[in-house]
């Protein structure tokens, strides 16, 4: 391998007020190597690349790229020194033709005519001598989002990246499409690039780098050649003491259909076709009491719409959807009075309400029940605050207090309240006890619906939430666990179907899939593939 | 180059200095257009404090300016907590003032041989629903069809002005008026007592602070307080948790509505009697500074109405004296709130420079 170094980080510093998000942080990067950055969230990771990009100032230290000192806060700068970076979340308009995503921003806005026939020949040129296969004149908007990816590299080549900065992009690919990132990544290192690779995966780490560095409280703890290393040494690294994996226990008895789907859509067929990812078409599924059902596949392909329907905050068109044997109401505050716990999918913009405390958002849910409003009026302040409280000792929520903005907690607390909001059932006034239980919903929940439940939390927390749904299962609540996370799948799910456009397969028992049936499942393997594909 | 950064976490000194620096900042800006003017600036600002506060009299002409303020405040406040954004409350406090004339004015001054002890409470009944009736239509527009609340209760003001218009000389003018456009007046034991006597301050002033107590006591004690809250903050978390989002913007919207008609009804039962097409110097519009000058928050809305008062009312007094323009007190009032606006800001972001 070459040994020229072609970016070197230099006793890097960025705080926040008391926080230290990277402390004296030194990092180089030689000519065609891949480098992962390593860590939990909240590490530094984020931080360091931004400041890198020029998003950020560092406190402290200096970037040298290709041996030349690197402005702070200069995006632009980073750009024409030859940084390129491919963010997890696009940035792309989908209303625009590849090549004009590529193009956007390249050329003076003063120019009279835009140069697209150059434009086309370069990202045709720098397609082919990387390997990834484009077709400049299809719409972003019908692209798969392996393809959009794609697009995000070739957009930083075409700027004459030499380093590329790449922000967990195997998370919303399939395993196949993560195969073939790999082999594109394999062949721009041996054409001289440079790449960071950042992800909490230990697996696909150790699959593509040649060094690996990691990070843990704002600390670069370790960094290795990544042949000399284990997935356990990585693990032990990042979070700081051993891990235990999550331990696969199957379900004890299952009971009854808690909630039927039958033929359900969200979207009609006349209004498919461009739009084919977002609604449920046909969908049927029965969750069982006792029994987690996980739901596989990659996101974007109508987990969303499921997500919402069983949620109360979107409407099926067709079909019936049935919870105990009744319609299952179309309102978030039935259905949480009739027993649905729901966990979001997007735990800041929908999960809380980050300017009011915490002790609200603990009760928000269930607010209007005579346990904790008088004539669904006004607000009872003991009981609410007491509650509050048992949710925050019972799920362990860690802050600055029931009275702090719901904001101020990390990830992982945020998601202890959600949890404890959707599965601690309200100690019941005596004088209430034996009325009509719809009205008094102070029993365990019936149907648990989590949306991606550990996403984006630390492995400490992850272990938490996934415990929680195991022993609500085992408390009999039937567990809807829609995850994107092929692993957390795959540990916890009893059943497993897997989504793809909008339509779901077959429940099938977790130990008749393999790995590779999912991954072409989640791929389409059985629908017909999608049109206006670049490849 | 500068750019805000997020605070981690904000200081105790920041909440401290934030508002005084906003103070020294109005005071600072506004002296250069004193000086400008040519006046001495010690002096301009000391008569202008007189003028406001520095007597009994200041004080009783103060507290009369600052009821419909305080009610249009509370008008704004509740109307943005829930982001409901109410430009409209000049016009539903003239549609307040009309319909309390309607109901306690019109009918050859009988009143409809009702007793005043009835006749005041359908008086002020009548002035909150058209108020609030004004506001209904954008709020279900914004609801339904995604209008922008913004320009249609912006231009509602300007259909009421012109409609009070059309009223005051037509169905509601006031025959022994000399043909000035005026409605006729109310019936003279609907008109509101006299707090003090020898002044104008008039009870008026114990409505605008119990409905600010009350909206608070709503806000802070109720389901609706903690809906309205909820949905202003993020409306897509509000629903998720079972929080009926269009009925709660419907009923903030029908509040908002009826505290600034009740402004008017209040205006023309403490003070002027009648309606004029000049009743309200934009009162409906200082009001929205008001309930930013107050973070929102309705017992802040009391300070806030007193002080822009205040200013208002000395800046007659100090014009008298030394002949800067009286448009001076709008300057003052408009750089508050722009310096309260940014302090906030920095209580929150820092600033860095690189």
């Known amino acids: 391998m070459n040994t020229t170094t072609v970016l070197r980080l230099e006793g890097i510093t960025k705080r926040f007020g008391s926080l230290v998000a990277n402390d004296a942080i030194s990092l180089d990067l030689q000519a065609g190597e891949v480098l992962a950055l390593l860590g939990e969230n909240g590490a530094g990771k984020s931080t360091l690349m931004s400041i890198l990009f020029g998003h950020y100032v560092a406190d402290e230290g200096s970037i040298e790229v290709f041996g030349a000192p690197l402005p702070p806060g200069n995006p632009k700068a980073a750009l024409a020194a030859g940084v390129g970076m491919v963010h997890q979340h696009f940035t792309l308009a989908d209303n625009l033709s590849v090549l004009d995503n590529v193009m956007m921003g390249t050329e003076p806005l003063w120019l009279p005519v835009s140069r697209r026939a150059a434009a086309r020949t370069r990202l045709l040129d720098v397609a082919q001598r990387f390997g990834l296969p484009v077709q400049p004149d299809v719409q972003i908007g019908s692209l798969s989002v392996g393809e959009r990816q794609r697009v995000e590299i070739l957009k930083a080549l075409y700027r004459g990246a030499r380093i590329l900065i790449l922000d967990e992009p195997t998370a919303v690919l399939t395993p196949q499409e993560s195969e073939a990132l790999f082999a594109t990544l394999a062949q721009m290192v041996a054409q001289g690039l440079s790449v960071i690779f950042i992800s909490h995966k230990l697996g696909e780490v150790l699959r593509v780098s040649h060094r690996v560095a990691v990070l843990r409280g704002g600390k670069l703890v370790a960094e290795a050649r990544t042949a000399d290393t284990t997935q356990a040494q990585l693990a032990l690294w990042m979070v700081g003491h051993a891990v235990e994996a999550p331990q696969r226990r199957p379900a004890r008895s299952v009971g009854d259909a808690v909630c039927v789907l039958d033929h359900v859509s969200t979207v009609s067929d006349k209004d498919g076709g461009q739009d084919h990812s977002a609604g449920l078409r046909e969908v049927s599924l029965t969750l069982r009491a006792g029994e987690i059902t996980a739901i596989a596949g990659v996101s974007g392909n109508g987990q969303v719409a499921l997500a919402e329907l069983l949620s109360g905050t979107r409407r099926a068109i067709s079909g019936t959807a049935q919870f105990m044997g009744r319609a299952l109401p179309p309102s978030p505050a039935r259905l949480v009075q009739r027993g649905v716990a729901r966990i979001p999918e997007d735990r800041h913009a929908v999960g809380v309400v980050g300017d009011l405390p915490v002790w609200e958002n603990a009760v928000s849910e269930r607010l209007r029940s005579p346990v904790f409003s008088h004539w669904s009026w006004l607000v009872k302040r003991t009981a609410t605050r007491l509650h509050a409280r048992r949710i925050e000792k019972a799920f362990d929520v860690r802050g600055a207090g029931l009275m702090a903005p719901a904001r101020s907690l990390s990830g992982g607390n945020m998601q202890k309240l959600i949890l404890g909001r959707a599965l601690l059932a309200p100690e019941q006034p005596e004088a209430a006890k034996g009325d009509d239980n719809r009205k008094h919903p102070n029993r365990a929940p019936r149907l648990i619906v989590a949306h991606q439940p550990t996403w984006g939390l630390d492995i400490g927390a992850v272990a938490y939430v996934q415990q929680q749904l195991i022993a609500a299962r085992d408390a009999g609540a039937a567990v809807l666990l829609i995850s994107d996370d092929l692993d957390e799948v795959l540990a916890l799910g009893d059943r497993v179907a897997v989504m793809h456009g909008g339509r779901l397969g077959e429940a099938r028992p977790a130990t008749a899939w393999t790995r590779e049936a999912i991954g072409l499942a989640m791929a389409g393997a059985t629908a017909p593939r999608s049109k206006g594909a670049a490849t | ?354």
């Open chain 2, 1 to 354: 180059m500068m750019r805000l950064e997020r605070r981690h976490e904000t200081s105790r000194a920041a909440l401290v200095l934030a508002p005084i620096g906003a103070v020294v900042f109005t005071m600072a800006v506004s002296a250069l257009l004193v000086l400008w003017a040519g006046a001495p600036v010690g002096r301009t600002y000391a008569l202008l404090l007189q003028g406001g506060f520095g007597s009994v009299f200041a004080w009783s002409e103060t507290l009369t300016r600052a009821i419909p303020l305080i009610l249009t405040g509370l008008a704004a406040t509740v109307a943005f907590k829930a982001r409901l954004f109410n430009i409209g409350a000049e016009g539903q406090l003239y549609a307040g003032a009309l319909a309390a004339v309607a109901v306690g004015g019109m009918h050859g001054g009988t009143g409809f041989e009702l007793s005043p002890w009835l006749l005041f409470p359908l008086m002020m009944l009548a002035a909150a629903i058209a108020g609030a009736l004004m506001l209904l239509g954008p709020a279900l527009m914004k609801n339904r069809l995604g209008v922008d609340e913004v320009v249609t209760t912006l231009l509602i003001n300007f259909i009421v002005l012109l409609g009070v218009s059309a009223l005051l000389d037509g169905p509601m003018k006031d025959p022994s008026a000399m043909g000035w456009p005026q409605s006729v007046s109310l019936q003279s034991d609907l008109e509101l007592g006299k707090l003090v006597a020898q002044t104008r301050v008039h009870t008026g002033l114990l409505w605008a602070v119990s409905l600010a107590v009350t909206v608070w006591a709503v806000f802070k004690y109720t389901v609706l307080g903690f809906d309205i809250r909820a949905v202003g903050a993020n409306a897509r978390a509000a629903a998720f948790a079972g929080v009926p989002v269009t009925r709660t913007v419907v009923m903030v919207a029908l509040l908002s509505g009826a505290l600034a008609g009740l402004a008017g009804a209040i205006e023309v039962a403490g003070r002027t009697s009648y309606v004029t097409l000049d009743m309200s110097p934009g009162y409906g519009y200082t009001g929205i500074v008001i309930a930013m000058l107050a973070g929102l928050h309705p017992l802040g809305v009391i300070a806030a109405g007193v002080f822009v008062a205040g200013v208002l009312v000395g800046a007659d007094t100090m014009s008298r004296a030394v002949g800067v323009p009286t448009y001076i007190a709008d300057v003052i009032v408009a750089a508050s709130l722009i310096a309260v606006l940014v302090a906030t800001l920095l209580t929150q972001y820092r600033v860095r420079f690189k």
